[in-house]
């Protein structure tokens, strides 16, 4: 594919969205299925923060019944539903076993008249009851003491940075243009104050440019008051991180989540099965504690607290399963943008977005994974006093033709080198591009990657084809291979290279500065805590 360049200044774009996470990458493809010309940049890689570091679930929202935030809760169960139908592959199925103790956590009638409503909302059953003996058949290994029986529900999983990948992707082969390493460094506006401009930076090669825009829609997340201050006196974006650990899925078989509620602050924790890996999270702290002391332009890692609260909590709900700290094979901690008033527990923190509007800047933050076009619907609304020609357009909610599942076979690879299943997980993943899979890879590399379930054409898909600036942008984000070895997957780093020389065009010296940088960047974000700096 030919890559992309930023256009030369003077060019002019309806609007201009700051921020590659999945709120900027759900406005960019909003944007351009009703009819609109935007831009999308992201000073560091798509996805690099929060939407690469999620506990991967896309939530019906199932928590706010429980704070009486009916509306809410239904407009995520609808989202839910919507993304299930339009990304299969990408978006899929997971049940739910939460267990049920007497003198602690949630009462059974609780659950049934908060699931009840949930099912309604959805519009089908969600969920089911399972007695003590089944809870003890589904859950081996459970706490058994007070235990009364068990409540089993319907949510869903996603590849986070997969989506946000697959939404841009999506919106510049629609005739968008997105960016990564590429800086908004200043809002240019008229003697008015209404916003005219945007000026732009490669963040890497420092070449600067300025585009003309009517619009900028700032969806930096937790970088937002960076640039557009909260115009509310005493309301802030209150950084807070979330944290996971991650398994070998062999030392727990596991096809559900278990939901359970921590002994120390009865917060909800989940340990979770995904791309044959296990995941135990998540937190809930400010983002000051911790090796990177609330610096978000940092790589936020788990503390050494943060994951013996986890284990702790595993060791409440699991008593008998051997595992330690050791068996742990990565950790990812993210930094969610929440807006705050007042401070209260971290948990206890609205997750509801806002947008502020100053004459032409637009910002959205706030939110959940699962909502993301509802924010984007929100941002786009504000968006239209400033676009008064493309009015008609951003009233359609649907002005063009979104997404839709690609069935089938993929043409160019031959019938029986992939499962039913496979074949529709890269459909997902990668919509109408993994005809490009196919064209440039040959039949070796739809094979697994170790014990991985990531074919080695995604991963020369990815170099070739995905904007990829460093090695850490493919073994994190393209695919998720440095979270599923061991190491990271240095182990693997001579196959990598050789397989990848074809779609890279790195010589020797750039692969020795980028296998050096990707080990730092792991060992400093996504080691596990307490194994740090093994690696030579």
Same mark, same amino acid.
């Given at each position: 594919?030919?890559?992309?360049?930023?256009?030369?200044?003077?060019?002019?774009?309806?609007?201009?969205?700051?921020?590659?996470?999945?709120?900027?990458?759900?406005?960019?493809? =909003?944007?351009?299925?009703? !009819?609109?010309?935007?831009?999308?940049?992201?000073?560091?890689?798509?996805?690099?923060? #929060?939407?690469?570091?999620?506990?991967?679930?896309?939530?019906?929202?199932?928590?706010?019944?429980?704070?009486?935030?009916?509306?809410? #809760?239904?407009?995520?169960?609808? =989202?839910?539903?919507?993304?299930?139908?339009?990304?299969?592959?990408?978006?899929?199925?997971?049940?739910?076993?939460?267990?049920?103790?007497?003198?602690?956590?949630?009462?059974? $009638?609780?659950?049934?008249?908060?699931?009840?409503?949930?099912?309604?909302?959805?519009?089908?059953?969600?969920?089911?009851?399972?007695?003590?003996?089944?809870?003890?058949?589904?859950?081996?290994?459970?706490?058994?003491?007070?235990?009364?029986?068990?409540? $089993?529900?319907?949510?869903?999983?996603?590849?986070?940075?997969?989506?946000?990948?697959?939404?841009?992707?999506?919106?510049?082969?629609?005739?968008?243009?997105?960016?990564?390493?590429?800086?908004?460094?200043?809002?240019?506006?008229?003697?008015?104050?209404?916003?005219?401009?945007?000026?732009?930076?490669?963040?890497?090669?420092?070449?600067?440019?300025?585009?003309?825009?009517?619009?900028?829609?700032?969806?930096?997340?937790?970088?937002?008051?960076?640039?557009?201050?909260?115009?509310?006196?005493?309301?802030?974006?209150?950084?807070?991180? !979330?944290?996971?650990?991650?398994?070998?899925?062999?030392?727990?078989?596991?096809?559900?989540?278990?939901?359970?509620?921590?002994?120390?602050?009865?917060?909800?924790?989940?340990?979770?099965?995904?791309?044959?890996?296990?995941?135990?999270?998540?937190?809930?702290?400010?983002?000051?504690?911790?090796?990177?002391?609330?610096?978000?332009?940092?790589?936020?890692?788990?503390?050494?607290?943060?994951?013996?609260?986890?284990?702790?909590?595993?060791?409440?709900?699991?008593?008998?399963?051997?595992?330690?700290?050791?068996?742990?094979?990565?950790?990812?901690?993210?930094?969610?943008?929440?807006?705050?008033?007042?401070?209260?527990?971290?948990?206890?923190?609205?997750?509801?977005?806002?947008?502020?509007?100053?004459?032409?800047?637009?910002?959205?933050?706030?939110?959940?994974?699962?909502?993301?076009?509802?924010?984007?619907?929100?941002?786009?609304?504000?968006?239209?006093?400033?676009?008064?020609?493309?009015?008609?357009?951003?009233?359609?909610?649907?002005?063009?033709?979104?997404?839709?599942?690609?069935?089938?076979?993929?043409?160019?690879?031959?019938?029986?080198?992939?499962?039913?299943?496979?074949?529709?997980?890269?459909?997902?993943?990668?919509?109408?591009?993994?005809?490009?899979?196919?064209?440039?890879?040959?039949?070796?590399?739809?094979?697994?990657?170790?014990?991985?379930?990531?074919?080695?054409?995604?991963?020369?898909?990815?170099?070739?084809?995905?904007?990829?600036?460093?090695?850490?942008?493919?073994?994190?984000?393209?695919?998720?291979?440095?979270?599923?070895?061991?190491?990271?997957?240095?182990?693997?780093?001579?196959?990598?290279?050789?397989?990848?020389?074809?779609?890279?065009?790195?010589?020797? =010296?750039?692969?020795?500065?980028?296998?050096?940088?990707?080990?730092?960047?792991?060992?400093?974000?996504?080691?596990?805590?307490?194994?740090?700096?093994?690696?030579?």
């Amino acid at each position: 594919m030919k890559k992309q360049e930023i256009s030369p200044m003077g060019d002019r774009y309806n609007l201009v969205i700051v921020g590659g996470g999945v709120t900027g990458a759900g406005v960019f493809h =909003e944007a351009i299925l009703r !009819g609109l010309r935007p831009l999308l940049v992201e000073a560091n890689d798509f996805a690099w923060g #929060t939407s690469s570091r999620s506990s991967k679930m896309v939530h019906g929202g199932l928590r706010y019944l429980k704070e009486g935030k009916f509306l809410l #809760t239904r407009s995520a169960v609808r =989202e839910r539903q919507r993304l299930l139908s339009v990304y299969p592959g990408l978006v899929d199925p997971l049940n739910f076993i939460m267990p049920l103790y007497d003198g602690h956590g949630p009462s059974m $009638g609780a659950m049934k008249f908060g699931l009840s409503l949930y099912s309604l909302m959805a519009g089908e059953k969600q969920h089911e009851i399972f007695s003590r003996a089944q809870t003890l058949g589904m859950v081996p290994k459970v706490c058994q003491e007070n235990l009364l029986s068990a409540v $089993g529900f319907k949510d869903a999983q996603v590849d986070d940075a997969r989506l946000v990948l697959r939404l841009i992707f999506d919106g510049c082969d629609q005739g968008g243009q997105a960016f990564n390493y590429t800086r908004a460094t200043a809002v240019e506006r008229d003697g008015q104050g209404k916003v005219v401009g945007v000026c732009l930076k490669d963040v890497e090669t420092n070449v600067n440019v300025r585009v003309q825009t009517p619009v900028v829609i700032n969806a930096t997340g937790a970088f937002a008051e960076a640039l557009h201050p909260s115009p509310v006196k005493g309301f802030h974006i209150r950084p807070l991180r !979330g944290s996971h650990l991650i398994f070998p899925g062999k030392i727990y078989p596991l096809d559900r989540v278990i939901s359970f509620i921590h002994p120390r602050d009865n917060r909800p924790v989940f340990l979770f099965p995904w791309e044959g890996c296990l995941f135990l999270g998540t937190t809930d702290v400010d983002h000051k504690e911790g090796d990177h002391t609330g610096d978000v332009s940092k790589e936020p890692c788990i503390s050494l607290g943060e994951a013996e609260y986890l284990m702790a909590g595993l060791a409440h709900i699991l008593p008998d399963l051997q595992v330690s700290l050791a068996d742990c094979i990565a950790s990812i901690a993210g930094v969610r943008p929440i807006l705050s008033k007042r401070k209260k527990a971290a948990s206890k923190e609205s997750r509801e977005h806002v947008v502020w509007k100053d004459k032409g800047l637009i910002t959205v933050t706030g939110g959940k994974l699962t909502t993301f076009r509802l924010l984007a619907a929100d941002a786009l609304k504000a968006a239209q006093k400033y676009l008064p020609e493309c009015s008609k357009s951003l009233a359609n909610s649907r002005a063009g033709q979104e997404s839709k599942p690609l069935p089938g076979g993929i043409p160019g690879i031959k019938e029986g080198v992939l499962s039913d299943r496979e074949t529709q997980r890269l459909w997902g993943r990668y919509g109408a591009r993994v005809k490009y899979m196919a064209e440039n890879c040959n039949e070796t590399d739809f094979s697994f990657i170790a014990a991985t379930q990531t074919l080695w054409a995604e991963l020369c898909h990815g170099a070739q084809n995905e904007q990829i600036r460093h090695l850490s942008d493919l073994l994190l984000r393209r695919v998720r291979i440095g979270l599923f070895l061991p190491n990271g997957g240095m182990d693997l780093m001579d196959e990598i290279q050789a397989r990848l020389r074809p779609f890279l065009a790195w010589d020797d =010296e750039k692969w020795t500065r980028e296998r050096k940088a990707y080990e730092r960047v792991w060992q400093d974000a996504y080691a596990p805590p307490g194994q740090k700096n093994k690696l030579n």
